[in-house]
């Protein structure tokens, strides 16, 4: 039976998520995309499959997935209006593309770029909540922005995955990681300044990114220094890196097919 491809790029807030893959009796974000593709394609067989998963409370800008179908979409336009209009009010279509069959969205090379919000030094309003992170401590930001960019290439990077293996593949390249003032993202009860962590590269590990900015987080307090990042990132290095910053602050921002 001929089938039919779609990509469907997507933005979220994920804050009152578990993540984006399906779980028993909790909300996630595939889920209420399928409940809602199941309602629109009127019972009709369909299959999604994301590009990647993200952790509860984690928000994109712009992720992916693939839409599988027996029957080809007549109107793009048309079903991604009525896609957004049946959507909870915290997921959003943004664009639709018809691939061919030999397009894998999990295998496909890409490019994926994160951001990391956050402020430091005062409580913040709680309507940041959902997308900042907010240090109560003071950091010294100039000395993270050295350490981010320790970062950059090709480095061993284990003690920066959530429960490694013996066998995972840990050397791996990171395109860009820059720690600059946030001038993306404003709202009248944001703190005076606030920061962003970004992040660009081909794969990331689980917690990969979140424990880089807590390691930063931790060398911004005083209780690492740079060399101790320099160590971790040796090959074979063992050293574990256990501060995990919160979730609420990540974001994808986007995902690049590479062609």
Known sequence: MKKYFYVINIQYLGYRFHGWQKQPNVKTLHLM???TLNFILEGKYFKSLSSGRTDAMVSAESAAFELF???PIEDEISFLELF???????????????VDAT??????????????LFAYGEKCHPFCAPIMTTILDDLDIELMQKGAKLFEGENYLKSYCFRPTDNGVYTREILTCELV???????????EKSYLLRVKGKGF?????????????????????????ENSLKPESNIKMNYIAPASGLILKSIDFID
């Open 69 to 71: 179908l027996r029957e």
């Open 33 to 35: 995309v399928d409940r």
């Open 181 to 191: 003032e946030n001038t993306i993202y404003s709202a009248n009860y944001f703190p």
């Open 84 to 98: 957004n209009y049946n959507l909870p009010q915290d997921i959003r279509a943004l664009s639709i593309r018809e």
């Open 103 to 116: 397009f894998n969205i999990i295998q496909h090379s890409k490019i994926k770029e994160y951001l990391y």
């Open 205 to 229: 590990m689980r917690n990969q990114i979140r424990l880089m900015m807590g390691t930063l987080i931790d060398l911004g307090k005083g209780k690492l220094t740079l060399q101790d990042i």
